[in-house]
């Protein structure tokens, strides 16, 4: 008898895994207790694929022999505490492509801050040098969807502590923390340790032949280190000392060592500017000695690389002020990395759904930069308490056109306006995407 495989959520991670196991003879059934995008509603009837949308059918739903959840779906579901108590197996989507691999390569990257940045560079440096490689994960496709349409030698992955949750043999062959702040605290009981052993789980199905990418220099990296079972080969990046093996930066120069050989370059040739994406850079360039490209190929694919759509990107300048849109800060150490790089007197753009944000991180920051707060969201409390007393204005606004209004309006010459949120945008809009592309309408309109 075919498997039973009952998926969670219609959205890219469901429909792909859907896709997957149907294709692997998996009898598959996909519920969503909203409703589905017309895209997927089709490429599901296409596939010959059941499924509901609007509701949940509980006994549908537990004869399952295996549930994926979606990575949006908490543990604290009403529908995931039955299949629990009914001892069911839940994976998650990258658990179910990996099963499927075959001889592939991946390299998985997480954090709380920098992961697509890394993701999108390691992949650009793979690219470039020739490798067979898809992108895949919280950019990109879904990693099911990939496997099931368009298999390569190389997954580069961007994971989620979500989809970390529901893994049982997933095992990369190169990991990469980037670093672990506070973040999705609602997801994790408010509980920081939860959230921790969440994201060092990219490497505990690893083996000695396997390698583990790490930063020396975040200190929760460092503390939990010692806690878990590493038995894949270490590879730490610093910027504050010299290391034997991994990479570091001294006086300018990027030096990585993984085996005999060592690679150097300048961080002046790197093209992404800023502290934090010279870590970014350090790790995105061990994964690619690793496997085994040239130091040319990875000196000509760092010097060449792109920056990323809603990550620091400039938009427009506008009567000498310029508009950047970092609508990927979600969390509050996103906003903190964007401040630090701000060298001209910042009007900032804040607000949104709160994790659980702690925002004295960025108080000092603002304090220096900061000449006005427009704030974007549905409830901005919390950005008033935070800094009322040492910013004004701080002015609320409900949609994306309103913010950059109020933001030209008390910005003169020589100003930047920063969208950096700190928050999740789904109050006012469909995602951190929506919510940017949104922003530079509202620039260029103006």
Known sequence: MDKRFVILGGGESGVGAA??????????????????????????????????????????????????????????????????????????????????????????????????????????????????????????????????????ALYVAEISSFQLDDIKAFRPDIAILTNI??????????????????????????????????????????????????????????????????????DGDMYIRTGQDFVSMSVFDFALKGKHNQYNTMAACVAATLMDISKVNIREAVRHFQSLEHRMEPVATIRGVEFINDSKATNVNSTWYALETMTKPTILILGGVDKGNDYSLISDLVKEKVKAIICLGTDNRKIHEAFGNMISPIVNTGSALEAVHAAFHFSSKGDVVLLSPACASFDLFKNYEDRGKQFKQAVKDL
């Not at 003879?25 to 599901?44: A, C, H, Q, T, W």
């Not at 390698?211 to 504050?240: A, G, W």
């Open 181 to 250: 702040t506070e973040d999705h605290l609602d997801r994790y009981d408010y509980n920081f340790e939860n959230y921790i052993r969440s994201k060092f789980r990219v490497a505990e199905n690893q083996q000695e032949s396997d390698h583990f990418i790490y930063c020396m220099d975040d200190e929760v990296t460092m503390k939990y280190l010692t806690q878990f079972n590493i038995r894949s080969k270490q590879l730490p990046i610093s910027m504050k000392r010299e290391l034997p093996n991994g990479a570091f930066i001294k």
């Open 19 to 152: 896709i997957l196991a149907k294709q692997k003879g998996y009898d598959v059934f996909v519920s969503d207790e909203s409703s589905l995008k017309e895209n997927y509603r089709i490429e599901l009837r296409n596939a010959g694929i059941a499924f509901e949308e609007g509701k949940l059918d509980e006994d549908k739903i537990l004869s399952a022999d295996e549930v994926m959840k979606s990575p949006g779906i908490p543990e604290k579901n009403e529908m995931v505490k039955k299949i629990r108590a009914k001892g069911i197996s839940i994976i998650s989507e990258i658990e179910l492509a990996y099963r499927f691999r075959g001889n592939s390569k991946i390299i998985a990257i997480t954090g709380s801050n920098g992961k697509t940045t890394t993701t999108a560079l390691t992949f650009h440096i793979c690219k470039e040098a020739g490798w067979d490689a898809a992108l895949v994960g919280n950019i990109g496709y879904s990693f099911a969807r990939q496997v099931a349409e368009d298999p390569k």
